[in-house]
């Protein structure tokens, strides 16, 4: 059903993106006006050659201003603006004329001429509808949360990632819509995760260096380096630009019980919680809640403190990253003594629920376990290494800008192949 479901999403988005390219061929414009306001300047687009299709779309005259296209004003060999700001007057951004012949054509009041294409007037505009579109399509793939039931691992060969950008591409757009993926069958070597982070960009490198080993040592800086449980968290919340992607590749591991991996979707968590107990929503997503940690590795002493609340919100009220991970809260608590017993209560909550909506499974030798360091929470089982049955994890790091730049630069590669 999730194969399905992925196929089908990553079917239609090229449908999309043809459609899109067969429509440019033929975009023209059938009647231009200044807004009564002088506000806005209404094209008349036209964008597959029939009348019918004609959309009266609406330009702010200071955006057309600050976007002409000019070789004074924009730069075309690096797509900069370079328009002169100590030199740009809002208020004289007001049209002499406008008129449409192959372009629209705009001459302004000090006499400037600004040309623009009518698709890229088109692609760029203001309706609703087409700025979900562009968020949808090219800013980044629309997350598709998942409960316990509806959880189902999507695996990818290691070769085909390597090797072929279709299926690199595959991966990423499932790895950002469901925040979670597994590559089988790489090769059991410590360099492997580092190969996988180069086909998309490099290696986020952290205080634990770029590679870092998973392996029960005597002698741990830090409690994921032992055999014990490791309670369900999200890596590295003490940094305010925190990872985004984690790799864990396993080369070894134990057959004996135990070392099962946890995840859960944090966003789903916390999207239930929303409707479901809104106080408790409120409490996790507007607490400041100070992250920390105090160590030292390769010989470099640390002491990383951010503050955060647990649930992340944007200024529109999307989640944005899950910050949830019980040795790296600090014992400094930031906030009015008053409101520290109902954050707890919420906080147990949220943590109940991670647990409810949890799925478990086992990694094996030659499996690289991919998933969102800011949407999922992660965890382990604890296990014993004995003689000859010793686990063996390598781990780094991607964010998530070098990833959606990768997948932009795919999707444009492969419209372009079309
Ligand atoms: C970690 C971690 C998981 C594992 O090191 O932070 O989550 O499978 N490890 O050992
Ligand atoms: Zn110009
Ligand atoms: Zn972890």
Not at 5 to 16: A, D, G, I
Not at 143 to 170: C, H, I, R, T
Not at 273 to 288: H, I, M, W
Not at 374 to 391: A, Q
């Amino acid at each position: 059903m999730f194969v399905a479901s992925v196929k089908k999403v990553l079917e239609s988005s090229v449908q999309k993106y043809l459609k899109t390219t067969i429509k440019s061929a033929s975009f023209s414009a059938e009647s231009v006006k200044t807004s009564t306001d002088h506000r806005y300047v209404v094209v008349g687009i036209n964008k597959s050659g029939s009348k019918s299709d004609c959309e009266q779309l609406k330009y702010p005259l200071v955006w057309l201003r600050d976007n002409c296209q000019c070789s004074s004003c924009f730069d075309a060999p690096t797509k900069s603006r370079i328009i002169d700001w100590t030199k740009f007057d809002l208020k004289n951004a007001q049209p002499k004329s406008v008129s449409i012949n192959k372009q629209l054509e705009v001459i302004w009041k000090d006499d400037h001429v600004s040309k623009f294409d009518f698709k890229w007037l088109y692609e760029r505009s203001f309706t609703a509808e087409s700025r979900q579109k562009y968020l949808d399509n090219h800013y980044r793939p629309k997350p598709m949360l998942w409960s316990k039931e509806q959880f189902e691992m999507k695996e990818f060969k290691a070769g085909d990632v390597f090797e072929n950008d279709e299926a690199l591409y595959d991966w990423l757009e499932t790895l950002a819509r469901y925040g979670v993926a597994m590559i089988k069958n790489a090769d059991l070597t410590e360099d492997q995760a580092r190969k996988l982070a180069n086909r998309i960009s490099f290696i986020r490198k952290t205080s634990y260096g770029e590679e870092f080993i998973v392996r029960a040592d005597p002698n741990a800086t830090n409690v994921a380096y032992t055999s014990n449980l490791l309670q369900i968290h999200t890596d590295l919340p003490y940094y305010e630009y925190t990872p985004g992607v984690n790799l864990l590749h396993c080369i070894a591991q134990t057959k004996l019980p135990g070392a099962f991996n946890m995840l859960a979707d944090g966003f789903h968590v916390a999207e239930r919680l929303k409707k479901e107990n809104p106080k408790v929503f409120k409490c996790l997503s507007t607490t400041l809640v100070n992250w920390s940690d105090y160590g030292a590795d390769g010989g470099t002493r640390f002491e990383t403190i951010q503050r955060s609340p647990v649930i992340c919100l944007d200024y529109e009220g999307n989640i944005t990253r899950i910050n949830h991970s019980i040795p790296q809260r600090d014992t400094f608590f930031s906030v009015d003594a008053e409101v520290v017993d109902e954050w707890y209560s919420a906080l147990k909550t949220f943590v109940d629920l991670l647990h409810e909506e949890a799925v478990y499974f086992k990694t094996e030798p030659g499996d690289i376990l991919t998933f969102s360091n800011i949407r999922l929470v992660h965890g382990r089982t604890g296990y014993t290494d004995t003689e000859g049955n010793v686990r063996h994890i390598v781990g780094a790091y991607i964010d998530w800008d070098e990833i959606y730049s990768r997948l932009r630069i795919l999707a444009n590669d492969k419209r372009m192949k079309r």
